[in-house]
Nanobody, 115 residues
Protein backbone atom coordinates (compact mmCIF):
# COMPACT_ATOMS: atom_id res chain seq x y z
CA UNK A 1 0.00 0.00 0.00
CA UNK A 2 1.15 3.52 -0.81
CA UNK A 3 0.08 6.80 0.73
CA UNK A 4 0.65 10.24 -0.77
CA UNK A 5 0.36 13.42 1.28
CA UNK A 6 0.41 16.78 -0.47
CA UNK A 7 1.13 20.18 1.05
CA UNK A 8 1.84 23.72 -0.05
CA UNK A 9 -1.35 24.87 -1.72
CA UNK A 10 -3.00 28.17 -0.95
CA UNK A 11 -4.10 31.55 -2.22
CA UNK A 12 -1.70 33.69 -4.23
CA UNK A 13 -1.95 36.72 -6.46
CA UNK A 14 -1.36 36.43 -10.18
CA UNK A 15 2.35 36.56 -10.89
CA UNK A 16 3.20 34.98 -7.57
CA UNK A 17 4.76 31.64 -6.70
CA UNK A 18 3.88 28.52 -4.74
CA UNK A 19 5.72 25.28 -4.08
CA UNK A 20 3.82 22.04 -3.71
CA UNK A 21 5.26 18.99 -1.99
CA UNK A 22 4.11 15.39 -2.00
CA UNK A 23 5.57 12.76 0.30
CA UNK A 24 5.04 9.11 -0.54
CA UNK A 25 5.19 6.33 2.03
CA UNK A 26 4.63 2.60 2.04
CA UNK A 27 5.83 0.11 -0.55
CA UNK A 28 7.79 2.36 -2.91
CA UNK A 29 9.82 0.76 -5.66
CA UNK A 30 13.00 2.38 -6.94
CA UNK A 31 11.64 2.65 -10.48
CA UNK A 32 8.50 4.72 -10.75
CA UNK A 33 6.94 7.84 -12.14
CA UNK A 34 5.68 10.64 -9.98
CA UNK A 35 3.62 13.53 -11.20
CA UNK A 36 1.20 16.33 -10.64
CA UNK A 37 -2.27 16.63 -12.12
CA UNK A 38 -4.88 19.31 -11.65
CA UNK A 39 -8.61 19.68 -11.93
CA UNK A 40 -10.36 23.01 -12.27
CA UNK A 41 -14.09 23.39 -11.55
CA UNK A 42 -16.17 21.97 -14.39
CA UNK A 43 -13.14 20.56 -16.17
CA UNK A 44 -11.50 17.18 -16.46
CA UNK A 45 -8.36 16.30 -14.56
CA UNK A 46 -5.29 17.10 -16.63
CA UNK A 47 -1.61 16.26 -16.49
CA UNK A 48 0.63 19.09 -15.31
CA UNK A 49 4.05 17.44 -15.10
CA UNK A 50 5.71 14.09 -14.54
CA UNK A 51 9.18 13.00 -13.51
CA UNK A 52 10.76 9.59 -13.80
CA UNK A 53 12.87 8.12 -11.04
CA UNK A 54 15.88 8.80 -13.27
CA UNK A 55 14.98 12.48 -13.50
CA UNK A 56 13.44 12.86 -16.96
CA UNK A 57 10.59 15.34 -16.95
CA UNK A 58 7.51 16.12 -19.01
CA UNK A 59 5.24 19.18 -18.87
CA UNK A 60 1.94 20.25 -20.33
CA UNK A 61 2.54 23.12 -22.75
CA UNK A 62 0.61 25.64 -20.67
CA UNK A 63 3.09 25.46 -17.76
CA UNK A 64 6.39 25.11 -19.62
CA UNK A 65 8.83 27.76 -18.52
CA UNK A 66 6.81 28.56 -15.40
CA UNK A 67 6.59 25.30 -13.43
CA UNK A 68 9.42 22.99 -12.42
CA UNK A 69 8.96 19.44 -11.16
CA UNK A 70 11.69 17.80 -9.11
CA UNK A 71 12.07 14.87 -6.76
CA UNK A 72 14.13 13.63 -3.87
CA UNK A 73 14.32 9.85 -4.25
CA UNK A 74 15.82 9.40 -0.79
CA UNK A 75 12.75 11.04 0.71
CA UNK A 76 10.24 9.66 -1.84
CA UNK A 77 9.09 13.23 -2.29
CA UNK A 78 8.12 15.15 -5.40
CA UNK A 79 7.91 18.91 -5.67
CA UNK A 80 6.24 21.35 -8.02
CA UNK A 81 7.65 24.87 -8.07
CA UNK A 82 5.08 27.15 -9.66
CA UNK A 83 6.16 30.62 -10.75
CA UNK A 84 4.38 33.37 -12.66
CA UNK A 85 1.05 31.91 -11.64
CA UNK A 86 -2.00 32.80 -13.69
CA UNK A 87 -5.69 32.86 -12.83
CA UNK A 88 -6.19 29.84 -15.09
CA UNK A 89 -3.81 27.81 -12.90
CA UNK A 90 -6.51 27.77 -10.22
CA UNK A 91 -7.38 24.13 -9.52
CA UNK A 92 -7.08 21.28 -7.11
CA UNK A 93 -3.63 19.79 -7.62
CA UNK A 94 -3.17 16.05 -7.16
CA UNK A 95 0.04 14.14 -6.65
CA UNK A 96 0.31 10.76 -8.35
CA UNK A 97 2.69 7.83 -8.26
CA UNK A 98 2.83 5.13 -10.92
CA UNK A 99 4.73 1.91 -10.29
CA UNK A 100 4.37 -1.55 -11.78
CA UNK A 101 0.72 -1.69 -12.87
CA UNK A 102 -0.64 0.47 -10.05
CA UNK A 103 -1.36 4.15 -9.67
CA UNK A 104 -1.77 5.99 -6.41
CA UNK A 105 -3.21 9.44 -5.75
CA UNK A 106 -3.06 12.04 -3.04
CA UNK A 107 -6.07 13.77 -1.59
CA UNK A 108 -5.44 17.00 -3.49
CA UNK A 109 -4.45 20.50 -2.47
CA UNK A 110 -6.23 23.67 -3.56
CA UNK A 111 -4.34 26.34 -5.45
CA UNK A 112 -6.20 29.58 -5.98
CA UNK A 113 -4.75 32.41 -8.04
CA UNK A 114 -6.45 35.77 -7.71
CA UNK A 115 -6.42 38.04 -10.74
Amino acid sequence: QVQLVESGGGLVQAGGSLRLSCAASGSIFSINVMGWYRQAPGKERELVATILSGGSTNYVDSVKGRFTISRDNAKNTVYLQMNSLKFEDTAVYYCALFQRVHDYWGQGTQVTVSS
